[in-house]
Nanobody
Framework: QAQLVESGGGLVQAGDSLRLSCAAS????????MAWFRQAPGKEREFVAGITSNGGTEYYADSVKGRFLNSRDNAKNTVYLQMNSLKPEDTAVYYC????????????????WGQGTQVTVSA
């Protein structure tokens, strides 16, 4: 069983950068595909980015493609989301999630979730 803890959120201005981290417990982190989702107030949770268990393939939502970079360090049991050129519409609670079967956009296929970290981007 994996436990996930996100960190790195905060309040920034439009155009700034942030790096989120998601630390996982357990010895089987490297066997999980990982993803980031976000949920803005009044909106449904949406997929942001995913990465395969070995870090070889990444997948991004169109809204963040070219601005966000998803990476992982299996030796540290940590996945990262580097967010550049942030926009006010990126404001949301960001969650990391783990799955043995997917790194795609279907949240129902993720078995473990973190508690989330708030990202607020001011105009």
């Amino acid at each position: 069983q994996a436990q996930l803890v996100e960190s790195g959120g905060g309040l920034v201005q439009a155009g700034d950068s942030l790096r989120l981290s998601c630390a996982a417990s357990g010895r089987t982190f490297s066997s999980y595909h990982m993803a980031w989702f976000r949920q803005a107030p009044g909106k449904e949770r949406e997929f942001v980015a995913g990465i395969t268990s070995n870090g070889g393939t990444e997948y991004y939502a169109d809204s963040v493609k070219g601005r966000f970079l998803n990476s992982r360090d299996n030796a540290k049991n940590t996945v990262y989301l580097q967010m550049n050129s942030l926009k006010p519409e990126d404001t949301a609670v960001y969650y990391c999630a783990a799955s043995r079967t997917t790194f795609g956009a279907n949240s129902n296929e993720y078995h473990y979730w973190g508690q989330g970290t708030q990202v607020t981007v001011s105009a």
